[in-house]
């Protein structure tokens, strides 16, 4: 079956420090990919989307590629400020036919971010 | 901005009773979903819920698990007789149409059986 496998956490780091957290995958078609974050005591919020090989999705300063070849959709942030700290989960989800799209997520990965 | 609701934020319960999860999806959204996580553990699927039925479950959701749509607001999970290992952040979704990839999340119900 479909399973995602994030870094494991976790992950801290100072104010402006360039940030990378892994992600790859494994699925029996061809998946969308997201990130989610959560602050604390909120839900999961959706943080940026790749639906083909070689989408780049980005947002707030974050951005992922989808990349087929290496079956990976790793987040990256240039500079990441105290208000980024959060969980961040890696997860796919499968249409099988355009009606369910259920999730499958990573374990998800602690983020730190001291001032 | 319109978002999904639950309650409670924390529920404690015995062993062998019946807790129900409540959720109040987005207004015109048309799938459900629940999902757990168990801590430490991965966000896992246990149910999906369209047009009043359930579309695909997980291995996880077996007999003791059951989900409503009651009033067309409510979104309710039932566990009927908890278990220990059933201790667990319940997370319940919503996605507007078929062609919308993007699931909004609950804040979660922490649900600690003893």
């Known amino acids: 079956g479909d399973s995602v496998t994030q870094m494991e956490g976790p992950v801290t780091l100072s104010e402006e420090a360039f940030l990378t957290i892994n992600c790859t995958y494994t699925a029996t078609g061809y998946p969308s990919l997201f990130w989610y974050v959560q602050y604390p005591g909120e839900g999961l919020q959706l943080l940026l989307k790749a639906t083909k090989a070689d989408d780049k999705g980005s947002n707030k300063g974050f951005e992922a590629t989808y990349r087929k070849e290496t079956t990976s959709f790793h987040l990256e942030k240039g500079s990441v400020q105290v208000s980024d700290s959060a969980v961040y989960f890696c997860?796919?989800?499968?249409?099988?036919?355009?009606?369910?799209?259920?999730?499958?997520f990573g374990k998800g990965t602690l983020l730190t971010v001291n001032p | 901005e319109p978002e999904v609701t639950q309650t409670p934020s924390h529920q404690v319960t015995q062993m062998g009773q019946e807790v129900i999860l409540r959720c109040v999806p987005i207004s015109n959204h048309l799938y459900f979903y629940w999902y757990r996580q168990i801590l430490g553990q991965k966000v896992e699927f246990l149910v999906s819920?369209?047009?009043?039925?359930?579309?695909?479950k997980s291995e996880i959701f077996d007999d003791q698990f059951s989900v409503e749509r009651p009033d067309g607001s409510n979104f309710t999970l039932k566990i009927r007789s908890t278990k220990l290992e059933d201790s667990a952040m319940y997370f319940c979704?919503?996605?507007?149409?078929?062609?919308?990839?993007?699931?909004?999340f609950g804040p979660g119900t922490r649900l600690t059986v003893t």
């Open positions: 979704a919503s996605r507007r149409t078929s062609g919308d990839y993007e699931q909004y």
């Open positions: 997860a796919l989800s499968e249409g099988s036919g355009g009606s369910n799209y259920k999730l499958t």
């Open positions: 819920f369209y047009n009043n039925e359930i579309s695909e």
